[in-house]
């Protein structure tokens, strides 16, 4: 079955609706003209799902599932815009010069879709707690089966100290804060702190997070950590996916009480649908190739942004908003009027915010010097709800969170 409309109306389809494919969908319906353009969103999971606050959602029972999993109703504006709930199994360009079209987005079951110009913005494939299934449901029952493993164990170990492990570390102790204990005689000197749960991080890494920051953020962050009552073992690996019913050792042979283990190593680039384009266009690491203008290299009519494209710079949220979004809109917006795409793409500041629980974390800001800020300015941005109200605000969906 192939879906499309009269060939006077160019078709983009944006392909993922996570960050970067709502933002594109959002700027492009505020731009194109209904009458000569048709713009589809195809994303795999009926409602959006903003990563970055699940880890909360995990780790707090008390948090709402609607500031994770949120309604598309509203992400074309006044545009009529198509969704379609899918995946999207490959991309097929077009090969014959008598047919004018791009080509087709081949999805998983017997639809095609035509397109004229394709947008991917399929993001990371993550494991373990990031591991979301598709369906409402099962996105619901994944949530419960970890809020019931983080609540019923005793010692976590997490394995990665990027951003994704500090964060979780912090949400787990935010949830379950660590108590004083008094004894008598005198109380002023019989005090201790009693951990409720034990987290031990074991990175890679000389210091938490990437060698792209400096040393004073990365101490910084570590020490924040440790005053919380964080382990940390560096320089230190948890391979693979141990077996759960055994005693658990890291690659250099450290053993470690576990009965959690959370796996924050990183995601993965998903742009399996592009395997079979034709010249390949996936690196080594199966990262996209693009141009400068996020055009998809030797495929002019296909373009590339967010997690999956292959670029010299970290894979962060803040690029996607203050670099690529913009890029992607005017050049399509330049291809669909008949000209030569010419906004370029070359680098967007490292700015990073590691929220520690709600109420505090630090931020980095790549500009100057480097600047460095604590918890005052990382709960201003980001600890506080995760910038789920600035999300929903930019999906233009109001600031109470759907109903679970």
């Known amino acids: 079955m192939i879906s499309e409309k009269s060939s006077n109306v160019k078709t983009v389809v944006v392909v993922g609706g996570g960050v970067a494919g709502a933002e594109v969908v959002r700027g492009l319906s505020s731009r194109l003209n209904p009458e000569k353009h048709r713009l589809v969103l195809i994303t795999s999971r009926p409602r959006y799902t903003f990563l970055p606050a699940s880890l909360r959602l995990l780790a707090s029972q008390d948090t709402p599932l609607g500031s994770v999993f949120m309604s598309y109703s509203t992400v074309f504006g006044k545009f009529p ?56 449901e099962g996105f619901k029952a994944h949530v419960k089966s970890w809020q019931k493993k983080i ?16 964060e979780m570390s912090g949400e787990i102790k935010d949830a379950y804060p660590a108590s004083l204990s008094f004894c008598s005689k005198p109380l002023y000197l019989m005090t201790s702190i009693i951990q409720t749960k034990s987290i031990t991080i074991v990175h890679a890494n000389r210091l938490l997070l990437g060698d792209m920051y400096p040393d004073k953020f990365r101490n910084d962050i570590e020490t924040r950590l440790r005053l919380r009552g964080v382990n940390i073992i560096f320089n230190d690996t948890i391979e693979g996916t141990p ?40 690196s080594d690491r199966g990262y996209i190739r ?30 996607i908003s203050m670099g690529h979004t913009a890029v992607v809109i005017a050049n399509v917006m330049s291809y669909l009027g008949g000209k ?8 967007s500041p490292e700015i990073l915010s590691i929220s520690n629980g709600r109420t505090g974390g630090a931020s980095y800001v790549g500009l100057l010097w480097g600047l460095t800020f604590g918890n005052y300015f990382t709960k201003l941005v980001k600890s506080d709800d995760l910038m789920v109200g600035f999300v929903r605000k930019a999906m233009g969906l109001g600031q109470e969170c759907e109903k679970d």
Not at 340 to 347: E, G, H, L
Request: proline share 7%; with cysteine.
């Open 81 to 136: 815009g198509e969704i379609k709930i899918g995946t999207v199994t490959s991309i097929e360009e077009n090969k014959d010069p008598a047919f004018k079209r791009g080509g087709f987005i081949v999805m998983k079951g017997d639809e095609k879709i035509l397109y004229d110009v394709v947008v991917v913005a399929t993001g990371s494939k993550w494991d373990g707690h990031l591991a979301f299934p598709d369906d409402e």
């Open 151 to 166: 609540r019923d164990a005793d010692n976590i170990v997490v394995a990665g100290g990027g951003a994704v492990g500090i």
């Open 243 to 282: 077996n759960p019913h055994a005693p658990l050792k890291t690659g250099n042979g450290i053993s470690l009480p576990c009965d959690l283990l959370v796996l924050a190593r990183g995601g993965r680039p998903n742009t399996s649908l592009l395997k079979y384009l034709r010249p390949n266009v996936l």
């Open 290 to 319: 693009v141009r400068p203008t996020l055009q998809i290299d030797r495929h002019p009519n296909m373009f590339a942004l967010g997690d999956v494209i292959d670029w010299p710079e970290a894979k962060q949220l803040t690029k």
């Open 340 to 347: 030569a795409p010419k906004k370029t793409y070359t680098k």
